[in-house]
């Protein structure tokens, strides 16, 4: 039969029996436990404690508090002494210390209660000792454990009693670290709870008051598919080439905004003369004596060129540029500088197909020289210059290409009395319809030939009347002739053909000139006391040279006889009865009516 045991002292508030559990070693009993309660309490100083379901009530002691044995503590941290009106705490549940690192915490406070709403989830918690491991005393409550201290597992409430329920905390005031709030209304005036960072190992360093954010959401790495990346990589290739291009083109604009300025390297300008003797220098000192014809008649008109021959404003030039005016047609004559001018006819024949034009007060004229159509020899250069489809001043070069080349020129009547017979210079000289009357000048800048006839390329039949262009065969009268036919014209109006008194059989097809056996009309063909009856020539003779130069044609012989003036003297070799023999004789004189 146990023994009636004294009663226990009653304990405090914030005390609690720990229950003892089973299988443990420690040497404390139960009486021992007894017994240091009552020793504490013997020599703790009496002080009145209100019932605890007085506190759990909320009523308010009668009696005032003791004064604490410190300053009041504005977090309520035990175990420096009791706890005061200030912050009391609830009777039946304690602050979950934090243990150190490496503390091995016991099985009944593994299970700790699940965070509030916005807290970090507590790390987990080490597993309990081995059984027959000595375990330290429970440290008092508020206490943090030193380091690598066993806790005890939390004792559960006492059988047959109901734990009591939290104090709610003073107002204003802080509960301790772990206490859990009753729930009740909110407080409209009180600002949300802010999350609360989870508890690290380190105690030292804890900070109930840092807000730490929550943390953030693992990023889930994006995948591209090889279209899309292909995709990409065009779309960035045609942006820069846009680009590329753009600023090419902005950089290749001259004087653009912001742009670069290019300079191109350039030669000054160069004032020197050319030498007199070329092109340029030829063409420089006699185009200021060139002129344009512009002749418009009652049925046609036409354009042409001349050149100045004297200060007086006589100008030379072809009879068939002048023919379209008539008796009362207009010629204008335009100069090198710009200046129009009327010119009227002084003088023309269509045997030499020449024709002299005057134009009055016209200042500052700028007459050519003349040279010498004897002293040519082919393959001098020469220039031509004239007005081509009228372009006026146009200026080509060429060679002369032979001498004394016998052609015809017009013959566009029935009668045959406008046909031009020229023992002319040949030059590949470029001339087209409209250089006609122009000057075919050395390389002196002297007049050698009045340009006058091409041969087209599109008429075969006869030279001038075609309108094809230059294919290289150009002819010009001998300056010689013309110098003589223009004086002739100036002076009497009429130019005077050397003659040697015989007609012609122009229908002979032999090789030579054959003088005709009927004369023309009802006249004799060899005129009685004229050249070639002096001559001692007869009617049917074949005349086969003219000082020594072959003629084949009828044509032939009238152009080496009007290549020279009236009352030279020619040595023409004649053939009769299949017998040549030589005859002189001197050239008469006829005028050209």
Known sequence: MDEPKAPKPKPKWWSRPVAARPGDQSSDTAEGAEERTEAAAAQAPPEPVEPVDALMEGRVPEEPAPR?????????????????????APPVQHPVATPAQGTHVPPGMAQAPPPAPGMAQAPPQTPPPAPGTPQAPPPAPGMTPPHGTTLPPAAGPVPGQSAPAPMPPHPGMTPPHGTQLPVGPADPHRPAPMAQPAPTAQWRGYDPWTVVPPPAAPKTPKTVSRRGAWIAVLLIALVAGCVGGGIGAYAERDNASGGVDVKLPQAPVEKEARAPGSVAGIAASSLPGVVTIHVRGSSEEGTGTGFVLDKQGHILTNNHVVQPAGADGDISVTFNSGQDAKA?????????????????????????PLGNSDS??????VVAIGAPFDLAGTVTSGIISAKERPITAGGEKEDGSDVSYVDALQTDAPINPGNSGGPLVDRKGRVIGINSAIRAADDGSGLGGGQGGSIGLGFAIPINQGKRVAEELINTGKAAH????????????????????????SGPPVTSGGPGDKAGIKAGDVITEVDGVPVHSGQELIVKIRSHRPGDR??????????????ELTLGSASSG
């Open 68 to 88: 604490p044995l410190h300053e009041p503590d504005p977090y309520s941290t035990p175990p420096y002494g009791g706890p005061g009106p200030w912050a009391p």
């Open 344 to 368: 009227e006819i002084i003088g023309r024949d269509t045997g030499y197909d020449l024709a002299v034009v005057k134009v009055d007060r016209v200042s500052g004229l700028t007459p050519l």
């Open 376 to 381: 040519v020899r082919v393959g001098d250069p």
């Open 498 to 521: 050397p003659v040697i008194g015989v007609t012609l059989d122009m229908g002979y097809t032999g090789d030579g000139a054959r003088v005709n056996t009927k004369g023309a009309g």
């Open 570 to 583: 020619l040595a023409l070799t004649v053939k009769r009865g299949g017998k040549k023999r030589t005859a």
